[in-house]
């Protein structure tokens, strides 16, 4: 924690298994249900979310869809209606904005909100997020889980305890304690590979992370050293931002059957730079790093990635370090079956005579 300045007051709100119980709640022949929302089990689909009766199977996001079918063949598979789920989350953020215009959406189904200032409710941010919860529960029809914390680290962790339809606070003495007896595998940005590391150095809990000195942690983990060593403490001093700029641009698609051929791959990933690149300019971007992502036959994924000096604007050009980048790649021994090209280092694209651009794509 920061001495000398007042605590901030946090909120994570999190929808509960957001798609899913949308359709759960449009179509009552769901109700009660193991619903996966995503691709069609035998058209090579993933899952995007599924209700709480299917988590009861093992089933959870990404998962291939055939994987999921094994593990519960009675699930009812639902193709996503994302232009719904849009219009639900933007009802979510107008109660969000009744409060702040401090919150900074992660994603449809998820947001920050910094209600240090609001007097609302007493200024108390537990009875804001009951507040809130209450709110969505009688406009959407739909449960939100809520953490409350005095940073995004802990307000993230909180919101996941009791899910759902869970709020939990985790108070600035309760903190550095808290995070001591947490998981290492429990907290929010560390992923798996990370985690995996951390064991194999004998971190396997906050405390244990707490141990280790900064010059160690950058040693080991590079940037991410001095991340570690504060949350580990319970600190995090990370901004509730209401805008959120483009990091990257990227476009991907999955295959209904593998791609063998190397020159077939390297003329999806042509089209696919351009469409990316289209998109792109329609935001007024330009980028200096290209970053081609390949998924093989046995879902074993990669990327390969290029920083340039220039700005890259057009695909002119761009057949030769397209396929210098495939050479550090074992396509041509492995079926490919999903190719994704991004783009990233991102600036404000320079007054220039874009050529006419397709937006249909």
Not at 139 to 166: C, E, H, R, V, W
Request: aromatic share 8%.
């Amino acid at each position: 924690m920061t001495s000398g300045r007042p605590q901030r007051k946090i909120i994570h709100i999190d929808m509960d298994a957001f798609f899913a119980a949308v359709e759960q709640r449009d179509n009552p022949a769901y109700r009660g249900k193991a619903i996966v929302v995503g691709g069609r089990p035998d058209a090579r689909g993933v899952v995007a979310t599924c209700s709480y009766e299917a988590r009861k199977y093992g089933i959870h996001s990404a998962m291939p869809s055939s994987h999921a079918y094994r593990l519960c063949p009675h699930a009812i598979f639902v193709k996503p209606r994302f232009e719904v789920y849009k219009e639900v989350s933007a009802a979510i953020r107008r109660i969000f904005s009744d409060y702040t215009e401090l919150f900074e959406p992660l994603s449809l189904d998820e947001a920050y909100l910094d209600v240090s200032e609001v007097s609302r409710c007493q200024g108390s941010a537990t009875l804001i997020a009951k507040e809130i919860k209450e709110k969505i529960r009688r406009q959407t029809g739909l449960t939100a889980s809520a953490g409350i914390s005095y940073n995004k680290f802990l307000a993230k962790i909180a919101s996941d305890i009791n899910k759902p339809d869970g709020l939990y606070l985790i108070t600035p003495e309760q903190g550095p304690g808290f995070v001591e007896q947490l998981a290492i595998g429990k907290f929010h940005g560390i992923g798996k590979a990370t985690e995996k590391k951390m064991h194999e150095l004998g971190i396997r809990t906050g405390f244990d992370l707490k141990q280790w000195p900064l010059p160690l942690l950058a040693q080991h983990f590079g940037k991410s050293g001095p991340h570690y060593y504060d949350i580990a403490r319970g600190i995090d001093n990370r901004p509730v931002r209401n805008y959120r700029p483009s990091k990257s641009v990227g476009v991907e698609i999955t295959y209904q059957e593998d791609l063998e051929d190397p020159c077939l791959i390297l003329e999806q990933l042509f089209g696919l730079l351009d469409k990316a690149l289209t998109r792109l300019a329609a935001k007024q971007l330009t980028a200096h790093t290209l970053t081609i992502k390949l998924k093989y036959h046995n879902f074993v994924q990669i990327t390969r990635s290029r920083t340039l000096p220039q700005a890259i604007t057009r695909v002119e050009g761009f057949e030769a370090i397209l396929a210098d980048l495939l050479k550090d790649t074992e396509v041509g021994a492995k079926k490919v079956r999903l190719l994704g090209v991004a783009l990233s280092s991102l600036d404000s694209a320079a007054p220039m005579n874009w050529r006419q651009l397709d937006l249909f794509d």
